[in-house]
Protein backbone atom coordinates (compact mmCIF):
# COMPACT_ATOMS: atom_id res chain seq x y z
CA UNK A 1 0.00 0.00 0.00
CA UNK A 2 1.48 3.40 -1.37
CA UNK A 3 0.80 6.97 -0.44
CA UNK A 4 -1.18 8.89 -3.24
CA UNK A 5 0.70 11.56 -5.05
CA UNK A 6 0.63 14.60 -2.80
CA UNK A 7 2.25 17.13 -0.04
CA UNK A 8 1.64 15.26 3.27
CA UNK A 9 1.52 17.82 5.81
CA UNK A 10 4.08 17.55 9.21
CA UNK A 11 2.18 16.09 11.46
CA UNK A 12 3.26 14.66 14.49
CA UNK A 13 -0.03 12.77 15.24
CA UNK A 14 -1.42 9.59 12.95
CA UNK A 15 -5.04 8.63 13.17
CA UNK A 16 -6.45 6.03 11.05
CA UNK A 17 -10.11 5.24 10.69
CA UNK A 18 -11.36 2.28 9.31
CA UNK A 19 -13.90 -0.87 10.25
CA UNK A 20 -11.87 -3.46 10.41
CA UNK A 21 -14.92 -5.85 10.27
CA UNK A 22 -12.42 -9.10 9.57
CA UNK A 23 -11.61 -12.32 12.19
CA UNK A 24 -7.59 -10.96 11.39
CA UNK A 25 -6.24 -8.57 10.05
CA UNK A 26 -5.35 -8.66 6.83
CA UNK A 27 -2.00 -7.44 4.55
CA UNK A 28 -4.84 -4.19 3.74
CA UNK A 29 -5.36 -3.54 7.26
CA UNK A 30 -1.97 -3.69 8.16
CA UNK A 31 0.07 -1.48 5.62
CA UNK A 32 -2.46 1.35 7.10
CA UNK A 33 -1.48 1.08 10.69
CA UNK A 34 2.27 0.38 9.36
CA UNK A 35 2.17 3.30 6.98
CA UNK A 36 0.80 5.85 10.16
CA UNK A 37 3.07 3.93 12.63
CA UNK A 38 6.04 4.48 10.42
CA UNK A 39 5.34 8.53 9.70
CA UNK A 40 4.26 9.54 12.89
CA UNK A 41 5.15 9.27 16.68
CA UNK A 42 1.72 8.80 18.32
CA UNK A 43 -0.96 6.92 16.18
CA UNK A 44 -4.69 6.49 16.94
CA UNK A 45 -7.19 4.16 15.84
CA UNK A 46 -10.73 5.43 15.41
CA UNK A 47 -13.52 2.07 14.70
CA UNK A 48 -16.56 2.88 13.32
CA UNK A 49 -19.45 1.70 15.13
CA UNK A 50 -22.84 1.05 13.82
CA UNK A 51 -25.87 1.74 15.91
CA UNK A 52 -27.03 -1.98 14.37
CA UNK A 53 -25.71 -5.38 15.98
CA UNK A 54 -24.85 -8.37 14.66
CA UNK A 55 -26.04 -7.81 10.89
CA UNK A 56 -24.39 -8.77 7.77
CA UNK A 57 -21.92 -5.68 7.47
CA UNK A 58 -21.44 -4.94 11.58
CA UNK A 59 -20.73 -8.53 12.91
CA UNK A 60 -18.01 -7.51 15.07
CA UNK A 61 -18.65 -5.09 17.84
CA UNK A 62 -15.88 -2.61 19.42
CA UNK A 63 -14.48 -4.68 21.77
CA UNK A 64 -13.90 -7.93 19.29
CA UNK A 65 -12.10 -5.60 17.03
CA UNK A 66 -10.23 -3.34 19.13
CA UNK A 67 -8.40 -7.03 21.37
CA UNK A 68 -7.84 -8.12 17.34
CA UNK A 69 -5.87 -5.12 16.78
CA UNK A 70 -4.45 -4.73 20.34
CA UNK A 71 -3.02 -8.58 19.92
CA UNK A 72 -1.04 -7.44 16.91
CA UNK A 73 -0.16 -3.79 17.96
CA UNK A 74 -0.14 -3.51 21.71
CA UNK A 75 0.97 -0.12 22.02
CA UNK A 76 -1.86 1.57 19.24
CA UNK A 77 -4.57 3.65 21.34
CA UNK A 78 -7.95 2.27 20.04
CA UNK A 79 -11.17 4.38 20.37
CA UNK A 80 -14.66 4.17 18.63
CA UNK A 81 -16.20 6.73 16.87
CA UNK A 82 -19.87 6.46 16.17
CA UNK A 83 -21.74 6.33 13.08
CA UNK A 84 -23.93 9.11 12.54
CA UNK A 85 -26.91 10.30 9.81
CA UNK A 86 -24.94 13.05 9.02
CA UNK A 87 -21.63 13.34 7.47
CA UNK A 88 -21.33 16.72 9.08
CA UNK A 89 -22.11 16.08 12.80
CA UNK A 90 -19.66 13.03 12.81
CA UNK A 91 -17.04 14.56 11.11
CA UNK A 92 -17.21 17.52 14.00
CA UNK A 93 -17.87 14.44 16.88
CA UNK A 94 -14.19 12.78 15.36
CA UNK A 95 -12.70 16.42 15.57
CA UNK A 96 -13.66 16.56 19.14
CA UNK A 97 -12.33 13.13 19.83
CA UNK A 98 -8.53 14.04 18.01
CA UNK A 99 -8.35 17.06 19.99
CA UNK A 100 -9.64 15.14 23.59
CA UNK A 101 -6.78 13.05 22.57
CA UNK A 102 -4.00 15.16 21.15
CA UNK A 103 -1.78 18.27 23.10
CA UNK A 104 -2.84 21.48 21.86
CA UNK A 105 0.48 22.17 19.82
CA UNK A 106 -0.17 18.99 17.71
CA UNK A 107 -0.88 18.02 14.26
CA UNK A 108 -3.03 15.27 13.01
CA UNK A 109 -3.05 13.46 9.78
CA UNK A 110 -5.99 11.00 8.69
CA UNK A 111 -5.29 7.95 7.03
CA UNK A 112 -7.97 6.14 4.55
CA UNK A 113 -7.87 3.91 1.61
CA UNK A 114 -10.15 3.62 -1.01
CA UNK A 115 -14.19 3.57 -0.36
CA UNK A 116 -12.72 4.88 3.02
CA UNK A 117 -14.34 7.73 5.34
CA UNK A 118 -12.49 10.26 3.45
CA UNK A 119 -15.06 11.29 1.21
CA UNK A 120 -17.72 11.69 3.99
CA UNK A 121 -15.25 13.52 6.14
CA UNK A 122 -15.13 17.58 6.13
CA UNK A 123 -13.42 18.45 9.17
CA UNK A 124 -10.65 20.56 9.63
CA UNK A 125 -7.78 17.59 9.79
CA UNK A 126 -5.84 16.62 6.32
CA UNK A 127 -6.30 13.20 4.92
CA UNK A 128 -4.31 11.49 2.86
CA UNK A 129 -5.47 8.13 0.85
CA UNK A 130 -3.52 5.10 0.77
CA UNK A 131 -3.40 3.52 -2.62
CA UNK A 132 -3.89 -0.29 -2.07
CA UNK A 133 -1.42 -2.96 -4.12
CA UNK A 134 -3.74 -5.52 -3.57
CA UNK A 135 -7.36 -4.95 -2.65
CA UNK A 136 -9.10 -7.35 -0.44
CA UNK A 137 -12.59 -7.16 -0.04
CA UNK A 138 -13.30 -7.59 3.56
CA UNK A 139 -17.38 -8.44 1.99
CA UNK A 140 -16.13 -11.25 0.65
CA UNK A 141 -13.89 -12.27 3.47
CA UNK A 142 -16.77 -12.60 5.81
CA UNK A 143 -18.65 -14.15 3.48
CA UNK A 144 -16.05 -17.26 3.03
CA UNK A 145 -16.03 -17.27 6.39
CA UNK A 146 -20.15 -17.24 7.16
CA UNK A 147 -19.90 -20.73 4.47
CA UNK A 148 -17.19 -22.65 7.05
CA UNK A 149 -17.99 -24.27 10.39
CA UNK A 150 -15.01 -24.65 12.63
CA UNK A 151 -14.44 -27.76 15.02
CA UNK A 152 -13.74 -25.79 18.28
CA UNK A 153 -15.38 -24.87 21.62
CA UNK A 154 -14.17 -20.88 20.32
CA UNK A 155 -16.10 -20.94 17.28
CA UNK A 156 -19.04 -22.28 18.97
CA UNK A 157 -18.71 -19.62 21.98
CA UNK A 158 -18.63 -17.49 18.98
CA UNK A 159 -21.86 -18.20 17.39
CA UNK A 160 -23.48 -17.98 20.71
CA UNK A 161 -22.07 -14.65 21.62
CA UNK A 162 -23.37 -13.56 18.54
CA UNK A 163 -26.97 -14.52 18.53
CA UNK A 164 -27.02 -13.18 22.29
CA UNK A 165 -25.51 -9.62 21.39
CA UNK A 166 -28.08 -8.71 18.87
CA UNK A 167 -31.28 -6.86 19.16
CA UNK A 168 -34.29 -9.20 19.31
CA UNK A 169 -35.82 -9.20 16.08
CA UNK A 170 -39.94 -8.97 14.98
CA UNK A 171 -40.22 -10.83 11.80
CA UNK A 172 -42.97 -9.32 9.72
CA UNK A 173 -45.59 -11.50 7.54
CA UNK A 174 -48.19 -10.25 5.45
CA UNK A 175 -51.69 -12.76 5.39
CA UNK A 176 -54.35 -12.57 2.88
CA UNK A 177 -58.22 -13.03 3.07
CA UNK A 178 -59.42 -13.55 -0.81
CA UNK A 179 -62.84 -13.41 -1.24
CA UNK A 180 -65.07 -14.32 -4.15
CA UNK A 181 -66.96 -11.88 -6.52
CA UNK A 182 -70.17 -12.08 -4.21
CA UNK A 183 -68.08 -11.80 -1.05
CA UNK A 184 -69.81 -14.95 0.46
CA UNK A 185 -66.56 -16.91 0.52
CA UNK A 186 -63.05 -16.78 1.16
CA UNK A 187 -60.11 -18.74 -0.10
CA UNK A 188 -58.37 -20.43 2.49
CA UNK A 189 -55.27 -23.10 2.40
CA UNK A 190 -53.74 -26.15 3.96
CA UNK A 191 -50.22 -26.81 4.86
CA UNK A 192 -48.82 -30.81 4.91
CA UNK A 193 -49.27 -32.22 8.29
CA UNK A 194 -51.93 -29.89 9.31
CA UNK A 195 -55.54 -30.31 9.75
CA UNK A 196 -57.22 -26.99 9.78
CA UNK A 197 -57.03 -24.22 7.13
CA UNK A 198 -55.09 -20.93 7.46
CA UNK A 199 -54.66 -17.51 4.80
CA UNK A 200 -52.39 -17.46 2.29
CA UNK A 201 -49.28 -15.54 3.03
CA UNK A 202 -45.82 -15.39 4.32
CA UNK A 203 -42.55 -13.73 5.67
CA UNK A 204 -42.23 -10.29 4.35
CA UNK A 205 -39.04 -9.85 2.06
CA UNK A 206 -37.50 -6.37 1.46
CA UNK A 207 -38.04 -4.20 -1.41
CA UNK A 208 -35.38 -2.79 -3.67
CA UNK A 209 -37.40 0.13 -4.27
CA UNK A 210 -36.73 2.15 -0.97
CA UNK A 211 -39.43 4.40 -2.08
CA UNK A 212 -41.63 1.95 -3.06
CA UNK A 213 -45.22 2.97 -1.24
CA UNK A 214 -46.91 -0.39 -0.80
CA UNK A 215 -44.45 -2.96 0.39
CA UNK A 216 -46.35 -4.86 2.16
CA UNK A 217 -48.59 -4.60 -0.39
CA UNK A 218 -46.55 -5.95 -2.79
CA UNK A 219 -45.52 -8.67 -0.18
CA UNK A 220 -49.16 -10.30 -0.11
CA UNK A 221 -49.48 -9.92 -3.63
CA UNK A 222 -46.60 -11.67 -4.32
CA UNK A 223 -47.70 -13.98 -1.48
CA UNK A 224 -50.94 -15.14 -3.27
CA UNK A 225 -49.50 -15.97 -6.60
CA UNK A 226 -46.97 -18.23 -5.13
CA UNK A 227 -48.96 -19.93 -2.56
CA UNK A 228 -52.59 -20.16 -5.07
CA UNK A 229 -51.68 -18.60 -8.42
CA UNK A 230 -54.80 -16.74 -8.61
CA UNK A 231 -54.68 -13.18 -9.48
CA UNK A 232 -56.43 -10.51 -7.04
CA UNK A 233 -57.35 -6.88 -6.84
CA UNK A 234 -58.39 -3.83 -4.22
CA UNK A 235 -56.12 -5.54 -1.94
CA UNK A 236 -57.24 -3.31 1.66
CA UNK A 237 -55.09 -3.53 5.00
CA UNK A 238 -57.28 -4.23 7.72
CA UNK A 239 -55.07 -4.38 10.79
CA UNK A 240 -51.83 -6.19 12.54
CA UNK A 241 -51.45 -9.09 15.03
CA UNK A 242 -48.92 -11.45 16.79
CA UNK A 243 -48.75 -14.39 15.70
CA UNK A 244 -48.52 -17.50 18.08
CA UNK A 245 -45.59 -19.56 15.71
CA UNK A 246 -45.11 -22.96 17.46
CA UNK A 247 -41.17 -22.56 16.14
CA UNK A 248 -40.82 -19.04 17.68
CA UNK A 249 -42.61 -20.12 20.84
CA UNK A 250 -39.86 -20.13 22.76
CA UNK A 251 -38.02 -17.98 21.34
CA UNK A 252 -37.20 -13.77 21.86
CA UNK A 253 -37.74 -13.15 18.34
CA UNK A 254 -41.74 -12.75 17.17
CA UNK A 255 -43.64 -12.93 14.22
CA UNK A 256 -46.31 -10.09 13.44
CA UNK A 257 -48.03 -10.26 10.44
CA UNK A 258 -50.11 -7.28 8.11
CA UNK A 259 -53.69 -8.61 7.34
CA UNK A 260 -55.33 -7.63 4.27
CA UNK A 261 -58.43 -8.53 2.23
CA UNK A 262 -58.71 -8.47 -1.83
CA UNK A 263 -60.94 -9.45 -4.29
CA UNK A 264 -60.31 -12.82 -6.55
CA UNK A 265 -60.32 -11.22 -10.22
CA UNK A 266 -58.91 -14.54 -12.20
CA UNK A 267 -57.09 -17.85 -12.26
CA UNK A 268 -57.63 -22.02 -11.21
CA UNK A 269 -56.72 -21.85 -7.63
CA UNK A 270 -53.86 -24.07 -7.46
CA UNK A 271 -52.00 -25.38 -4.47
CA UNK A 272 -48.07 -24.27 -4.92
CA UNK A 273 -45.11 -23.59 -2.52
CA UNK A 274 -46.00 -25.13 0.99
CA UNK A 275 -49.76 -25.36 0.40
CA UNK A 276 -51.26 -28.78 -0.20
CA UNK A 277 -54.93 -27.90 -0.32
CA UNK A 278 -56.87 -24.59 -1.21
CA UNK A 279 -60.63 -24.60 0.09
CA UNK A 280 -63.42 -21.76 -0.70
CA UNK A 281 -64.99 -21.82 2.31
CA UNK A 282 -68.24 -19.76 3.23
CA UNK A 283 -68.12 -16.94 5.73
CA UNK A 284 -69.92 -17.34 9.18
CA UNK A 285 -69.37 -16.50 12.75
CA UNK A 286 -68.72 -20.47 13.07
CA UNK A 287 -65.90 -19.63 10.30
CA UNK A 288 -62.64 -19.34 12.89
CA UNK A 289 -63.28 -23.53 14.11
CA UNK A 290 -61.95 -24.77 10.54
CA UNK A 291 -58.99 -22.44 11.02
CA UNK A 292 -55.65 -23.41 12.64
CA UNK A 293 -55.00 -21.74 16.03
CA UNK A 294 -53.12 -19.12 15.60
CA UNK A 295 -54.93 -17.73 12.66
CA UNK A 296 -58.30 -17.37 14.51
CA UNK A 297 -57.13 -13.68 15.76
CA UNK A 298 -56.78 -13.26 12.02
CA UNK A 299 -60.56 -14.22 11.32
CA UNK A 300 -61.76 -12.30 13.89
CA UNK A 301 -60.23 -9.22 12.29
CA UNK A 302 -61.85 -10.19 9.08
CA UNK A 303 -65.02 -11.07 11.00
CA UNK A 304 -65.41 -7.18 12.52
CA UNK A 305 -64.35 -5.77 9.09
CA UNK A 306 -67.05 -7.41 7.30
CA UNK A 307 -69.69 -6.68 9.57
CA UNK A 308 -68.64 -3.11 10.00
Known sequence: MKELKQDRPDADVGVVVARFQTHELHPGHKDVIFT???????????????????????P????????????????????YIKDQPCDLAWGKNLDDQIDDMIGPNSK??????????????????PTVALKQDKFISASEVRKKISQTVLPSKEFRAGVI????????????????AIWNEARTEILLARKPGEKKMRFPGGFAQPS????DEFVYEANAIREVAEETGVEVGDMRYLGSAMIDDWRYRAERDKIGTLFFDCKYVF????????????????????????MMEEHQVLFNILWKAHNA
Open 108 to 125: ALLYGSRDSFIAHYHGKW
Open 60 to 79: LDFQARKQMILEEYPDLTVL
Open 161 to 176: WATHNRYATFFPTVDV
Open 267 to 290: GVPTPKDDVCELRWVPVGMDTWKL
Open 36 to 58: ALNNHALVIVFLGVSPTRGTINN
Open 208 to 211: HKMH
